[in-house]
């Protein structure tokens, strides 16, 4: 078999880097709040498959008028080299009443576990408050996340190279043409 706690220790790494880079800014560190979702009662363990609720979906959403469905990942391979479809939602309006805003509305209703009416939904600020005070219980099913600290390696950097390539258009080091 292959050990693939090279790559999952290498994506740690760069998510928690890139994340303490973005917290060093207060005014961005003020917007920005991960939370995963556990099975709810569990303690958490290393053991995925036992208490972490997986969620592959991938939706963006901004200021309840726009959202970017589709397989893209949001890191720079997934907006630059890898083949992904996405597709851009509007109904022109704007507020929780929008298809965008209904639509945040009932996945956060999903994810905390309250009614798509709740009150705290219907702005994204108190959305954002029923998230934290939830996550900070432990007990729920919302946990705050923020990537382990953990040691890089010169072969992780290597891998990333190759895993998480660059996606922009730039000139060839190598200028040898092989037929």
């Known amino acids: 078999?292959?050990?693939?706690?090279?790559?999952?220790?290498?994506?740690?790494?760069?998510?928690?880097?890139?994340?303490?880079?973005?917290?060093?800014?207060?005014?961005?560190?003020?917007k920005v709040h991960i939370f995963e979702l556990a099975r709810e009662g569990c303690e958490l363990t290393g053991n995925f498959s036992?208490?972490?609720?997986?969620?592959?979906?991938?939706?963006?959403?901004?200021?309840?008028?726009?959202?970017?469905?589709?397989?893209?990942?949001?890191e720079q391979v997934g907006l630059t080299n890898d083949i992904e479809v996405s597709l851009g939602v509007t109904d022109g309006t704007r507020g929780p009443d929008s298809f965008v805003g209904m639509h945040r509305r009932k996945i956060w209703a999903e994810f905390l576990r309250v009614g798509i009416s709740d009150p705290n939904l219907r702005q994204v600020s108190s959305g954002v408050e029923e998230f934290k005070r939830q996550a900070e219980t432990g007990k729920n099913r919302v946990?705050?996340?923020?990537?382990?600290?953990?040691?890089?390696?010169?072969?992780?950097?290597?891998?990333?190279?190759?895993?998480?390539?660059?996606?922009?258009?730039?000139?060839?080091?190598?200028?040898?043409?092989?037929?």
């Open 143 to 179: 946990r705050h996340y923020y990537p382990p600290l953990v040691e890089n390696t010169r072969a992780a950097d290597q891998i990333y190279d190759v895993y998480e390539p660059e996606g922009r258009c730039q000139p060839r080091k190598d200028k040898t043409m092989y037929v």
């Open 50 to 74: 036992e208490s972490w609720l997986y969620t592959h979906a991938k939706v963006y959403m901004a200021d309840d008028e726009f959202m970017l469905v589709g397989s893209h990942g949001i």
């Open 1 to 30: 078999g292959i050990d693939i706690t090279v790559a999952t220790t290498m994506r740690t790494y760069h998510q928690r880097r890139a994340l303490d880079l973005l917290m060093k800014n207060s005014s961005l560190a003020r």
